[in-house]
């Protein structure tokens, strides 16, 4: 179980406040699944047949922006798609594991892949085959429509639902937290 269970970042136990800012600081590392957090609870197949994957613009922003300042993304995806695939690799997601059967399996793939320990990853997770990893990750977190299971067993809560902004909610508190988030920086804005 969490000490932290908050909706957004209105915190007014100043030890709670400053136990989630050190939390956030050590993460190296973002993981979450591609179904319900990424690209939302949605299941496409356009008229040929074929699966359609997408994600909310800002959310891919916030991926660039992490990668960017040196963090590790990840995502998972209990199906193999082209589609996902080529959606990752647009967005520059590095460490894919489709088709996986466990969740878990693969975010250890990932945080060996990357050099790190279960403490310096941020894992986001909406649904019950979420909770292995929630409980190992250093830091968890669920979007605002993630399964009300998961609400009092992960570290936030976020304001956004899947596919909807809470990858960008949680990659910016992060960054924000680590002094590297600069919203009107030379690299978007042609200087300051």
Known sequence: MSEFNYFGI?????????????????VKAV?????????????????SG???????????????????????????????SDACRRLMERI???HVYAG???????????????????AD????????VDVPVLEKAGFS???IDGIEYLRNRVTYVSAYEGGKGCVREMIELVLQEQGKWDFCGEHLCGGA
């Open 10 to 26: 209105q915190l007014s136990d100043g030890d709670a406040t400053r136990r989630l800012q050190d939390s956030l600081k050590q």
């Open 31 to 47: 993981m979450m699944p591609v179904e319900g957090v990424l690209c939302g609870g949605y299941m496409t197949v356009n008229g």
């Open 50 to 80: 074929e699966e359609t994957c997408s994600c909310f613009h800002r959310d891919a922003f916030a991926i660039a922006e992490a990668r960017r300042k040196g963090l590790h993304v990840g995502v998972v995806s209990e199906r193999e």
């Open 92 to 94: 520059g997601v590095r």
């Open 100 to 118: 996986a059967e466990s969740r878990l399996d693969a975010y250890g793939a990932f945080i060996q892949a990357c050099g790190l320990e279960d």
């Open 121 to 128: 990853c941020l894992y986001i997770g909406d649904d019950v």
């Open 141 to 143: 977190s669920t979007p």
